[in-house]
């Protein structure tokens, strides 16, 4: 009886093998016969696709629908659509001008955007994220609405997906709208925000004025740091106002606005700022006087090359070195005999590789040491 049964156990085992063996290879042969399938749509769209991008512009508008209808009789079922939409997708997301303009026209001739909506009506999160990227990378405003309602699902993909869409639309309504959606729950760090903004290609001015004034102090943080040279330049006066009255992490994303405004309208900030009690703000200040070389911050700077907090007197030195007289002051420095700040000078200095300067301040700073030592016996 119990061989029997251990000679049951061993058959059902055994079809069970054959049964999984038989499974595997026939889901590799699947996939074997699909990849053949997609590299031979390849090489069927891949001439298409060449005589379109190279086209003149004048002829691609005026001609492109013809070859795409003839495209179009390539294609054969749903696999073939979804090749030609991946390479589309591909291009629009690693290209530039009207290479992106002529993708664009021929996923809407094959309807690829229409498409979305169901993706991102569809009740798998992952659908929803992919069907929000293809969206925005064809820029289909028709998918706005439920971009946003896709915001209000608890996953950290879906919401870069979204925010990625709608920046990459355009939308500065939209995009507001947004940030006013889920600034009490923001899924994505500062590093995606900062991608997602500039990605953002609408009217940045209205964008950024209407943000940076935002009832999350977070989200307005987030914008001033984001800031190209062109719109904290546009914006520098309400950067200076937002300096006023923020809080020590407010201040320090406003003076890394302004050093990226390479506006020396509002340097003072900055060299007042050496003055602050706040090191964090001292050591901010040291940095972007660095950026900006303004001759009033000279005094201050050697100063702050002495100060208390190691990263404030290293973003000094450091700074220092942008300046043209950089070696008098460094040699002032040293002549005080301040040993924090000459450790401060050699370190920078070796990290520079600047020898003949770093030599020189060794030898200043070795003859104070022993004039020091002299006066002290």
Not at 9 to 18: E, G, P, Y
Not at 126 to 135: E, P
Not at 309 to 336: F, H, K, P
Request: aromatic fraction near 8%; hydrophobic fraction near 40%.
């Amino acid at each position: 009886m119990t061989f029997k049964i251990l000679l049951i156990i061993l058959i059902v085992l055994f079809a069970s093998c054959v049964s999984l063996l038989v499974s595997v290879v026939y889901i590799k042969m699947s996939q074997a016969r699909k990849e053949r399938e997609r590299r031979n749509d390849i090489e069927k769209i891949k001439p298409f696709l060449k005589k379109l991008f190279t086209a003149e512009t004048i002829d691609f508008f005026k001609n492109h629908g013809l070859t795409l209808s003839k495209l179009a009789d390539e294609l054969k079922g749903k696999a073939s659509h979804e090749t030609l939409e991946d390479l589309l997708l591909y291009i629009l997301e690693y290209n530039e001008g009207e290479k992106r303009v002529r993708a664009r026209t021929i996923a809407y001739y094959f309807d690829f955007p229409e498409k979305c909506l169901s993706m991102i009506n569809d009740r798998l999160t992952g659908n929803i994220a992919i069907g929000c990227r293809k969206a925005g990378l064809y820029q289909y405003d028709d998918a706005i609405p439920g971009i946003t309602k896709a915001l209000g699902i608890v996953s950290s993909e879906t919401q870069l997906q979204a925010l990625m869409a709608l920046a990459r639309i355009g939308d500065v309504a939209a995009m507001i709208g947004a940030f006013d959606k889920i600034h009490r729950l923001i899924l994505i760090n500062e590093r995606a925000v900062n991608e997602i903004l500039n990605v953002f290609s609408g009217d940045r001015f209205k964008l950024y004025k209407k943000m940076i004034y935002h009832q999350s102090e977070y989200l307005v943080r987030l914008f001033l740091k984001s800031m190209n040279r062109e719109t904290a330049s546009e914006l520098i006066e309400d950067i200076a106002g937002i300096y006023k009255t923020g809080g020590k992490e407010t201040r320090l994303a406003c003076i890394i606005a302004i050093g990226a405004s390479g506006n020396s309208s509002k340097n003072y900030i900055l060299i007042n700022a050496l003055n602050d009690k706040e090191w964090e703000i001292r050591a901010m200040a040291a940095k972007t006087l660095g950026n900006l070389t303004d001759p009033d911050a000279i005094t201050l700077l050697a100063r702050a090359a002495r100060d208390r907090e190691w990263w404030v007197r290293q973003n000094a030195v450091s700074s220092i070195l942008a300046y043209q007289d950089r070696e008098e002051i460094l040699v002032s420095i040293a002549e005080t005999g301040d040993k924090y700040a000459f450790d401060s000078m050699q370190y920078t200095l070796e990290k520079s590789d600047e020898t003949e300067l770093l030599s020189r301040i060794r030898g200043v700073w070795k003859e104070e040491h022993r004039s020091i030592k002299m006066k002290a016996s």
